[in-house]
């Protein structure tokens, strides 16, 4: 029987990174050819663990996730048809809902690929924007990076980074997310 994208993406011993490598591999990560399949997490499964449908689903894959961190890739920041966009711009203070999302699926991932309640943004920090905007092609993939810093129940703090696909950072700060009553992070 083969398992969904998220069930073979999930089915890995906990505590343990899972990392994906890009291009070029660095000497410390597992060339791709040595990939399992289970590591693979694209859009759909995604899609399947993130508060949101259709367009409005940001992320197109995972690099790299963990107990306590993930970091995502995307392409869509580049779309004109970006729900986001205003005005034919993708404004850089949008890239705040690409780390939400990152935290939501980490979230998801974490719960062994199931998807959370929604939370709520109760509060951004130290937000930081080297850049006017995110839908310049020299930005290539978009690195959406989120580190979960604490969680209790009823809330979680999440910092995050996006970068470009040389590295340069465009994005940083911290949420603070606030959970549905009764739900233990």
């Known amino acids: 029987m083969r398992r969904s994208g998220v069930e073979r993406a999930v089915g890995q011993r906990p505590g343990i990174n899972h990392s994906i490598p890009d291009h070029p591999i660095p000497d410390h990560r597992i060339p791709d050819h040595c990939i399992p399949d289970h590591w693979a997490i694209g859009r759909d499964p995604i899609a399947a663990l993130v508060p949101h449908s259709g367009r409005m689903v940001l ?4 690099r790299s996730w963990g107990d306590n961190f993930i970091t995502c890739w995307t392409r869509s920041h580049l779309n004109p048809e970006n729900p986001l966009r205003c005005a034919g711009r993708l404004a850089a203070t949008c890239g705040v809902e690409y780390a939400l999302q990152a935290a939501a699926l980490h979230g998801g991932l974490a719960a062994g690929g199931v998807a959370q309640p929604a939370g709520y943004l109760a509060a951004l920090r130290d937000v930081s924007l080297h850049a006017d905007r995110l839908d310049d092609a020299t930005i290539g993939d978009l690195q959406v990076s989120a580190r979960m810093e604490h969680h209790e129940t009823g809330g979680l703090i ?3 980074e996006l970068h470009t696909e040389a590295g340069e950072l465009l994005l940083s700060g ?4 606030s959970l549905p009553h009764g739900h233990v992070a």
């Open 59 to 62: 992320l197109d894959g995972v």
């Open 158 to 160: 999440y910092a995050f």
């Open 174 to 177: 911290r949420a603070i997310i």
